[in-house]
């Protein structure tokens, strides 16, 4: 559906957006195939430049070097019709207070019903670091990860563009 603008949209005619929280995402590149088969507009938010595909349909939005600039920057320009593409759950969390869908690099979208345990894991990891703990890292990322994203992005495309008035949008009220 287009928007008067233009641009490939939910139903009312607000354009759906992709905002990528870009420094450390591993799935650029599959979001940038995804925008452009779905003819959606793209910003990577970082701390630091970075190459992106040419075309009007990529942006890069660099902020200033410091604790949460590209989520504050994130957080005030995204709207309930647009995507976040996060791994950071602090991140995730405020995206979901503003009603606004939030997805994982592994494909796993942030909900009303996982984002407390997400938060309290990270907090817990967080703690045992402090304390001088050794934990490992998260698994390596691979192709099962990219393939699972794919899936998911779809999906949340699919489900904000047949959602009404936004609500029951996927992933946001239940599992998908």
Known sequence: MR????????????????????????????????ARRYD?????????????????DVAL??????????DDWIIAHAVRSDIVITGDVP?????????????GPTGRPFTESNI??????????SEMRDAGETIGGPSPF?????????QALDRAIHGLRSAPTGRDRPGQAREV
């Not at 957006?17 to 650029?28: E, G, L, N, R, T």
């Not at 939005?61 to 590209?70: P, T």
């Not at 995730?92 to 939030?102: E, I, N, S, T, W």
């Not at 691979?142 to 794919?150: I, N, V």
Request: charged fraction near 20%; glycine fraction near 10%; charge should be neutral.
């Open 3 to 34: 928007s008067v603008s233009g641009e490939t949209g939910i139903p009312g005619g607000l354009p759906l957006h992709i905002y990528v929280d870009a420094d450390a995402c591993p799935v650029k590149q599959e979001i940038y195939r995804v």
């Open 142 to 150: 691979g192709a099962r990860d990219r393939s699972r994203f794919l």
């Open 116 to 125: 407390g345990e997400a938060l309290a894991t990270r907090n817990l990891y």
């Open 91 to 103: 991140l995730a969390a405020r995206c979901l207070a503003k009603d606004v869908y939030a997805l």
């Open 61 to 70: 939005e660099v902020v200033a070097q410091g604790f949460d600039a590209a």
């Open 40 to 56: 959606l507009r793209v910003t990577l938010v970082a701390g630091s430049w970075m190459n992106t595909p040419p075309g009007p």
